[in-house]
């Protein structure tokens, strides 16, 4: 204990997220703070814009940070795009896709969700069966659910929507720098992250890109703050505004814009840790750290495999950073996620709704999408396992996890 500062346990979070800050990130965090009108303020946010449209890869001038976990960027998007009564698709695989249903549903649109089993995701032709007979405004769908683990394929899907008129809205908070995302090649419209799982960053800051045509709705609802308008600005009605002030995009805009134009106080420290995760993944290379984290996320899942635990999901479309294993008969899953956590330090995720007590899920991602972070946690979970009163075949998760670490590295690497 020390003298009542903050001073966490160390713990290896090998979990759905978040996970492990770089420590480059948390330097960042450390700098002291300038003014929010101060020249190296607004000169890091415009780099921080920059660097996230090469993190989305898309040539979106709207690309700004959302102060909020993932889930404010998820709400800033919806309800600065949807107006009461509009019509959405809500392709819903998992618990985020519902989060999405209810989001829009709180926005007022009238949702329609194309659901599937959890564990599987969303044909496109089953997409495109429901939005030819909804013409939404909207669609809004889950890049990778961590619920379940699965990926939804996107790739299609923004020339989809644009042939019946939707603008396409991705969350993509789970997977964005760990799997393989095109924001314009995919024809997105929208999109929405979060810093804590694949980026390496801590929660709280939600980087938002949006494209001509979604700022074209959201211009249509652009409203000046009374209280900071000029002669020439519009204040538009109450019902004409977009539903919340702290999540409306278009004061957003204004306050990255040219004209910065207050509207919240840009929260500076994750606005520093935002822009080292960005930092950290160009640096290492978008397509080098997807192959990161699809080799270790490979050799988490063959370990858990070689220790007898089943893997959930259609193995087709799994995310490369989270892996659910299902908790054997006769054990007691939370029993051994206390008992890595207490002996070992190491956390890996519980399960929500209908998975709940079925899996375990673990990931590998961010900072922790690391050699010695999956040999670790595979060697304690076997030891667990033991413990619990699995068979568990000695060194076998371990060794799994190695050789697809070898086989993988190609010929000639020690
Ligand atoms: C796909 C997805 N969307 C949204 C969220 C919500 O993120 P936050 O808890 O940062 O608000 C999560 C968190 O796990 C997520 O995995």
Redesign the pocket.
Known sequence: MTDGQVAPPPRLLMG??PINVDPRVLRAMSAQLVGQFDPSMTTYMQETAELYRQVFRTANEATVLVDG????G?EAALVSLLRPGDRVVVPSFGR?GL?LREIAERCGAAVTTVEVPWGEVVPLDQIEAVVAEVEPKVVAV?H???STTMLQPLDGLGDLCHRYGALLYA?V??SLGGNPFEMDAWGLDAASA?L??CLGGP?GSAPVSLSAAAVEVIDGRRSIEAGIADGGDETLAADARIRSNYLDLGMILDYWGPRRLNHHTEATSMLFAARECARLLLDEGIDTAVDRHRRHGAAMAAGLWALGLDLFGDPAHRMANVVAARIPDGVDGEAVRAELLARFGIEIGTSFGPLHGQVWRVGTMGYNARADAVLTTLAALEQVLRRAGVAVPPGAGVDAAVTVLDEDDGPGTP
Do not use: E, I, S
């Open positions: 759905p997220g976990t993932a889930r404010a998820v985020f989060l889950v990778g659910d961590t969350d908070t789970a979060g804590q799982k929660p």
